[in-house]
């Protein structure tokens, strides 16, 4: 009986887990449509810049490292060291300025845990 009660506490636990890691993930559906805030001066068309760079493949990619927006990056940016991750986006999407001080992006930062989540996975899947 004992047995039982603690398997069914470690599979709550577990599956309870599961759940938060797969919110974590985010909703790629919807940060497209959060993205719409971005898409001012960011697109996700390879090599098509606008104000800012391509998001492109941003994912994985070196903080300053678009190649076609090379000349234009403040050295904040490309000396910040950062590489594109969930970690370092959520950061940088919290607050830009704080993530990389004196870098050229105006926008405040999506201050909502959820939709910088649905971002993230919206630009994973710009490939």
């Known amino acids: 009986m004992v047995n039982r009660y603690w398997m069914a506490l470690v599979a709550s636990v577990v599956m309870a887990g599961a759940s938060v890691a797969a919110q ?3 909703d790629a559906q919807a940060g497209e449509a959060v993205f719409k805030k971005c898409a001012a001066c960011h697109g996700v ?4 810049d606008k104000v800012g760079p391509s998001l492109h493949g941003v994912v ?3 903080a300053g490292g678009a190649e076609s927006f090379k000349a ?3 050295a904040a940016m490309t000396g910040s060291g950062m590489t594109w991750d969930d970690a370092t ?3 940088y999407l919290a607050d830009p ?3 990389i001080p004196g870098n050229k992006m105006s926008f405040v930062g999506l201050k909502d845990e959820k939709e910088r989540q649905d971002v993230i996975a919206y630009l ?3 490939k």
């Open 97 to 99: 300025k704080a993530a």
């Open 60 to 62: 994985g990619r070196k």
């Open 124 to 126: 994973k899947k710009q």
């Open 72 to 74: 234009r990056y403040s």
């Open 45 to 48: 068309e390879a090599g098509k």
């Open 89 to 91: 986006l959520d950061k």
């Open 24 to 26: 974590a993930e985010g």
